[in-house]
């Protein structure tokens, strides 16, 4: 890779940590806003996810600039959903929607840009590292999506143990 494709993805890399940390931010702030312990639980656990997100990328760059091969974690573990029977109602039903309507928004964006920049390279491990994660997002709205339906027209929040 030449330098000029090197230092763009170094830049493309720090954005992508620093908006992967802005989204754990924006779900821990979501976790604190529902009432229902699913909510709690599902925004806790997207936190986590894009702690993951993050530190997957700050490995990424440390093995570039190193040379040497860290542990590589495993994509984001399934989520721990369940059954809509067994859904809980949530109190703070219009706010979480509108959390989760922003929430749903940001993935959608955050997956597109992922797939624009894995496009912009062709070497196999700078492709992965953005593909990879652009799946990754698309899960994220999925599960939004899901918990947005259920919450709007049920008023319960669906998230597991």
């Known amino acids: 890779m030449d330098k000029d494709k090197q230092n763009l993805l170094d830049r493309l890399l720090t954005e992508a940590m620093n ?36 530190d997957r990328l700050r490995n990424f760059i440390e093995e570039r600039t190193t040379g040497k091969t860290t542990d590589r974690q495993e994509p984001t573990r399934a989520f721990s959903g369940k059954s809509e029977v067994e859904g809980e109602f949530e109190p703070n039903k219009d706010e979480i929607v509108k959390v989760l309507s922003i929430g749903i928004e940001a993935e959608k964006k955050a997956q597109a ?39 709007s027209n049920k008023g319960t929040m669906i998230w597991g143990d």
Do not use: N, V
């Open 19 to 54: 908006a992967e940390e802005e989204a754990r931010k924006f779900y821990a702030d979501a976790a604190g806003k529902a009432s229902s312990q699913a909510g709690k639980k599902l925004f806790a656990e997207l936190a986590d996810f894009e702690q993951g997100h993050y």
């Open 113 to 151: 840009k992922y797939r624009e920049i894995a496009k912009m390279f062709d070497d196999p491990s700078s492709k992965a590292i953005f593909t990879t994660m652009a799946e990754e997002e698309r899960k994220h709205e999925t599960i939004l999506d899901d918990q947005f339906y259920s919450l």
